[in-house]
């Protein structure tokens, strides 16, 4: 069976705009993340931390460099890498039930068993009651919620999140933290995971990759595994508070750097 | 809610009023605008011998595959512009240059090349109601969410889903707005273009009637032309809101 470690050799990325000069928005980027490992892409904004996992996702070409995932490069997007967005990315025409029902479609599941296997899902992110509630009748936790049953019905070897919580107010984000950890547990996956808040990255991660402002690339991997494993109690320890402030410190400095070239 | 109903067209009420009592007071001349009671009259006898009927249904023919041909060429040449930059780059300076022109420049040209019959009324329309239907297919392919397109990918869809799916239901908002728009412009070609020249159609009736001096019979044909094209607006807005009722 196909593994879902996946491995950056050496990616760069140059960004072209339709007007104006182009970017380097990556510089060389190696990383490995492990078969049903957890690893954070944590940097300033415009660091090039989402392209790398659009490169991932294979929805944009991989021009220098390699990446593979299971030993295979990636040539393009593949059922085998769940994505989500920030902005939640739902079909709007589209209820609860069909969003969720989308990917079992395209894989072709007899129509009972997608039927069953939707509900599931549902279910599992507590948004029974809602089938048929199209995406603008819901608040953004319940979309984002839609949007993560979506890409976990077809069952991924790998997700790829896009600053998921990043458009959700303090308490839903911490909801969804809570509630993400607790499907990791029963459905453990590659997650490779960009954010731009330190305490996300340690809380939910095993690994901390910290990007530089651009051209990204990586400055250092920090290890943010809790000692007992036991993750709902980390964020109460000192070892949590200490990771947080070297982490912090990390991308402070490349946070002020990026500051510096926008103005 | 029938005191709402009533209030909400109580001007046209008054207007109807204004109508039948001005001429009868000679505050107009009767002859320029006969009062509405007369018009009325006209109204069914034109009902009662079929002139309304027979050249409504021809109208309706013209209307029906000018604005339907539109919809079909335009439609899919709009997603096409956007998704490829070939047919960009050919179609594009075209429709530009089109957009300025009046559309009721058309129809002596349609008319030179089609003749005096239905095929001319038929592309004079369907000329005129292209370019609002190809714009917004255009703009609505193009402002479609790459993340949606992107989710649908990683999902298994390839690139004819995406089209299917994605593309067409996430421009669909745009297109049904643009297709109002033209829905709006073939009554106004319909009607200038059978006022132009021909032997049937409602607006054929209007300009004979017209010349014939029977006002209160055109005035009635005029109303028809209105009605008509205020129900098919509120029926196609019946039909948007029902299609599009994911948006709110």
Known sequence: MMGSGIIFGQVSHTYRPPRGRPVLALDGVSLEVKEREFVALLGPSGCGKSTLLYLLGGFLPCEAGSISVGGQPVMGPGPDRGVVFQNFALFPWKTVRQNVLYGLEKQRMPKAERERRAQELIDLVHLSGFEDSYPSQLSGGMKQRVAIARTLAIDPKTLLMDEPFGALDAQTRTLMHEELLAIMRRTPKTVVFVTHDVREAVYLADRVAVMTARPGRVKEIVDTRPPDGARTEFIHTREYTEKVDYLWNLVRDEAIRAQEERD | ?248
């Open chain 2, 1 to 248: 809610m029938g005191t709402t109903v009533f209030v909400r067209y109580l001007p046209l009420l008054l207007l109807a009023i204004l109508w039948e009592i001005a001429p009868r007071l000679h505050l107009v001349d009767p002859s320029e605008l006969p009062p509405l009671s007369a018009v009325s009259k006209a109204w069914v006898g034109l009902l009662m011998d079929g002139d309304l009927w027979t050249n409504g249904v021809s109208s309706f023919v013209n209307w029906f595959f000018g604005l339907g041909g539109a919809i079909l060429v335009g439609v899919p040449l709009g997603v096409m512009m956007a998704r490829f930059q070939v047919v960009d780059d050919v179609a594009s300076p075209v429709v530009k240059a089109l957009y300025p022109m009046p559309k009721s420049a058309l129809i002596p040209v349609m008319i030179l090349w089609l003749g005096l019959g239905a095929g001319s009324k038929i592309a004079s329309i369907g000329m005129s109601c292209l370019l609002p239907v190809i714009l917004s297919a255009y703009n609505g392919s193009r402002g479609v969410d790459h993340t949606l397109v992107w989710s649908a990918r990683s999902c298994g869809a390839n690139e004819r889903d995406v089209l299917w799916e994605v593309i067409l239901p996430s421009a669909l908002p745009e297109i049904l707005a643009g297709i109002r728009n033209a829905v709006a412009i073939s009554f106004i070609v319909l009607v200038a273009s059978e006022l132009l020249v021909g032997q049937r159609g409602l607006g054929y009736l209007i300009s004979f009637l017209g010349e014939g001096g029977v006002y209160d019979a055109m005035f009635a044909v005029v109303i028809t032309v209105s009605a008509l094209g205020f129900f098919a607006d509120r029926a196609y807005l019946y039909f948007m809101r029902r299609t599009l009722v994911w948006r709110e």
